[in-house]
């Protein structure tokens, strides 16, 4: 086949992914750069604004707050959704039965539509009949506000936002547990290393990589969080859970001010790509 | 009972494990991590199915019951009519096969391309797929929201399934499946006169079976799962997928319809899991250690 002919062939193969990808993921990363710097309704013609969208953002009445709620949502579901995980997938590969099931279950709330997990949570989480409430009622402790609760709120998402997340994290560990040589196990049990310092010397330092990896990637993710408190708590009580995701959203849909959105966006994208490059390197470490 | 180790050597010895005290923790923490899991995993899917059973003074009723006094699926009817989950599952179930039947042919023929063709900038073109995985949803949501409002295809299937088949991660998958595929084999079937495209067909597809299953189930499901997207696009009440429909009426709904509904729209993805477990956890773990 000659080269043109093989050119051809490819780009036809080639061209619906194009298409999609131009229109659809590569010309709205440069769109969101343009909305930035204009105001504009979608009905109204835009103008550009410069740097207002930036500036009106900064200074809108929530701005840092919302930061704030963002980074703690992000570092309380980290201290879930990353400890936890890890020592989830440290005790299963310990045991030696019902592993299937334990696997099985443990990705069960994957698997379902968050948002089923968010309403049955909302249920839970009723200061009433709710089921926490009831569970705490029974061994005599008192019942919390949750959802209701300033204090309590953001504790609440990280809670729905783990247990629906925790699977997939769990997996990867396990299968990461698994490629660990036994060999090492066995050695650093001969040179005398009691069960802390084996996870120590052994187990942490061969999983250091994916744990690095999975930290940034959950950063990135739970960085984005929107449906939990578009659906749990509606950025309430008194805005102690509205993050930067769900502030860009009504800037966005409630408010039909596309620009300042978009400059929320690129704030949280730049944040964002710092820990992707940052992970990119981890990655590139890896492989050589 | 001596436990086996199987081929697994863990942190703790075979030796260990099996010594008297050993044996005793290993039981007690094999029963407390049962049952733990049970009751966080499993006990929550029990409540919102009898919740749905219960009557709607029942499941108000402090303290609530462990079991419905008199299970009845009234409240699945009532939920049925209400949600109009016929409609809904309809319209997901529409949506997520059409956007998998898109994104195979898309994704496929793509992939195909810059595995086996290799055409002039593949590098660059497979580059600029991967980036936009660089690029995190929420910040790309709203632009990608203008220019489905520029083409007017709010609304339209195609402003979900357009999107969706943009999807560097499904290339990325499939293009490295492909590398794997012996020149040897693609050359034989040239020889015997195939064409591009019969190549693909007849050669590359059928040796890919594997990684066409895992790339089709995450697809699907992601789709069926997704929230906020179809929140904005699919805005008509007689266009909305199944979530999105249940977070609109959920807050006119008594609380045992809504557990209803929610049975409802977890059932297909858990039938799902139940049939591709093997599928679904191997894509997972391939896709994120390697990826």
């Given amino acids: ?288 | 009972m001596t436990i086996h180790s199987g081929q697994f050597r863990t942190i703790i010895s075979p030796l260990q494990l099996n010594s008297p005290w050993g044996r005793r923790i290993y039981w007690t923490v094999l029963v407390t991590v049962v049952i733990t899991f049970t009751l966080a995993f499993v006990f929550p899917l029990y409540w919102m199915i009898t919740g749905a059973m219960k009557t709607g003074e029942e499941i108000a009723q402090m303290p609530p019951t462990l079991f419905p006094a008199d299970p009845t699926l009234d409240a699945y009817a009532e939920a049925w009519s209400l949600f109009d989950l016929g409609t809904l599952l309809g319209n997901t179930a529409y949506y997520s096969l059409g956007g998998w039947i898109f994104c195979m042919l898309v994704d496929v023929s793509a992939a195909y391309a810059l595995s086996k063709l290799r055409p002039m900038f593949g590098t660059v073109i497979l580059g600029a797929m991967l980036a936009t995985l660089m690029i995190p949803a929420m910040v790309v949501l709203i632009p990608l929201y203008v220019t489905v409002v520029d083409l007017g295809l709010l609304n339209n299937p195609w402003g979900l399934w357009f999107p969706a088949a943009a999807n560097g991660f499904n290339v990325f998958l499939l293009k490295r499946f492909f590398d794997s595929i012996p020149k040897e084999l693609v050359e034989a079937a040239q020889i015997d006169g195939a064409g591009p495209v019969r190549v693909l067909w007849s050669v590359i597809l059928p040796i890919s079976r594997p990684i066409l299953g895992v790339v089709s189930i995450f697809t699907i499901v992601t789709s069926f799962k997704d929230f906020t997207w179809p929140l904005l696009v699919m805005t008509d009440s007689d266009k909305m997928t199944l979530s999105v429909g249940l977070s609109q009426t959920a807050g006119m709904v008594s609380q045992n319809a809504i557990m209803g509904g929610l049975v409802v729209a977890s059932i297909p993805t858990i039938i799902v899991f139940f049939i591709f477990q093997r599928h679904i956890m191997a894509g997972l773990t391939a896709g994120s250690i390697k990826g």
Wanted: hydrophobic share 55%; proline share 6%; aromatic share 14%.
């Fill in chain 1, 1 to 288: 086949m000659g080269v043109l002919r093989r050119n051809l062939t490819a780009y036809g193969f080639l061209c619906a992914a194009l298409f999609c990808f131009a229109v659809f993921a590569w010309y709205p990363m440069i769109r969101e750069f343009i909305l930035s710097f204009q105001e504009t309704n979608l009905i109204d013609p835009p103008t550009w604004v410069g740097l207002d969208n930036f500036e009106y953002a900064v200074k809108y009445p929530g701005f840092t707050e919302a930061w704030i709620a963002t980074l703690q949502f992000t570092f309380l579901a980290l201290v879930c959704g990353f400890v936890v995980p890890f020592v989830v997938a440290l005790v299963l590969n310990e045991l030696r039965h019902a592993r299937a099931y334990l696997r099985f279950v443990v990705y069960l709330p994957v698997m379902l539509p968050p948002i089923v997990a968010v309403l049955l949570f909302r249920w839970f989480f009723d200061p009433g009949p709710g089921l926490f409430n009831q569970i705490l009622g029974l061994v005599n402790l008192p019942g919390l506000a949750w959802l209701d609760s300033p204090h309590t709120a953001l504790i609440s998402l990280v809670i729905v936002s783990t247990w629906m997340n925790m699977g997939s994290a769990t997996l990867i560990y396990l299968a990461a547990l698994q490629n660990i040589p036994p060999e090492l196990y066995e050695a650093a049990e001969l040179d005398g290393a009691g069960i802390l310092k084996r996870i120590r010397h052994v187990t942490i330092p061969q999983t250091k990589l994916i744990l690095l990896l999975m930290l940034m990637l959950q950063i990135v993710a739970t960085m984005q969080v929107f449906i939990e408190p578009y659906m749990l708590t509606g950025g309430g009580p008194a805005g102690s859970t509205v993050t930067v995701a769900y502030m860009m959203f009504q800037f966005a849909f409630t408010n039909q001010n596309y620009g300042v959105a978009g400059a929320l966006g690129m704030m949280l994208m730049i944040v964002l790509l710092v820990f992707a490059a940052f992970q990119l390197r981890l990655t590139r470490e890896d492989k050589a």
